[in-house]
């Protein structure tokens, strides 16, 4: 069940005992039917996730833990050493926005915390989730269901969110427009751009998962939580 975008539906389980008769299973009684919501995550979400995650807490570890994670302070060399080249790329990083006390930056790294634990809360509900389909029958795919999927989905959509921020585009490029356009490409462009694209991808997946859900339940039919 793990494609190249999220798996989420509305399964109906399969009956345990014979079939009705015929003349006992109506339009209305089939529309009734519990169905249960599934959910399984992309190889690309699971991968965004390996990748983001840790550099994530690198970056909120240099954040909040300034100036001591700032070239000259006893915690920069050598986990922090890149980050001399890269407050100067971009100032909000940089000893300009810390002298100047921008709160941005402390502000966006506690974000980044909430963020994680969120993100590490929905990789929590995946990996502990019994191998199993939407049946309850044992599978090599891992699959989300009911409530479990219910939370994930919604906890992850929620931090892509949060993630998703165009600050430097509504402040006027103000702390990265001294760069010339090829160290603006590869230094800031390209690493952030992919803290634009994933998100806007989970938001896109994630969000139609919960309209899906809502949907079902909407149309009258009962959405079984586990």
Do not use: C
């Amino acid at each position: 069940m793990v494609t190249t975008r999220s798996a989420s539906k509305a399964a109906t389980p399969a009956p345990s005992g014979p079939p009705p008769a015929a003349s006992s299973s109506s339009p209305s009684s089939r529309s009734r039917q519990t169905k249960l919501w599934s959910h399984a995550p992309s190889r690309l979400t699971l991968l965004w996730f390996a990748v983001s995650l840790p550099l994530v807490i690198w970056d909120s570890g240099y954040v909040l833990l300034r100036p001591l994670t700032m070239e000259g302070g006893p915690l920069h060399w050598p986990i922090y050493a890149p980050y001399k080249l890269y407050g100067e790329v971009d100032h909000v990083y940089g000893w300009k926005a810390f002298h100047a006390r921008n709160g941005f930056t402390s502000a966006q790294g506690t974000l980044n915390v909430l963020e994680t634990a969120m993100y590490l809360v929905y990789v929590w509900i995946y990996f502990r989730s019994g191998a199993t389909d939407a049946q309850g029958r044992a599978t090599t795919t891992r699959v989300l269901s009911g409530r479990p999927a219910a939370v994930a989905v919604l906890t992850a959509f929620s931090a892509a969110v949060m993630t998703l921020r165009l600050q430097e585009y509504f402040s006027g490029f103000d702390n990265i427009g001294h760069n010339s356009l090829q160290d603006l490409i590869l230094l800031w462009i390209i690493p952030n751009g992919l803290w634009l694209i994933f998100p806007s991808y989970l938001i896109y997946v994630m969000g139609g998962e919960i309209i899906e859900g809502l949907s079902a339940a909407s149309t009258g039919v009962s959405v079984k939580s586990e």
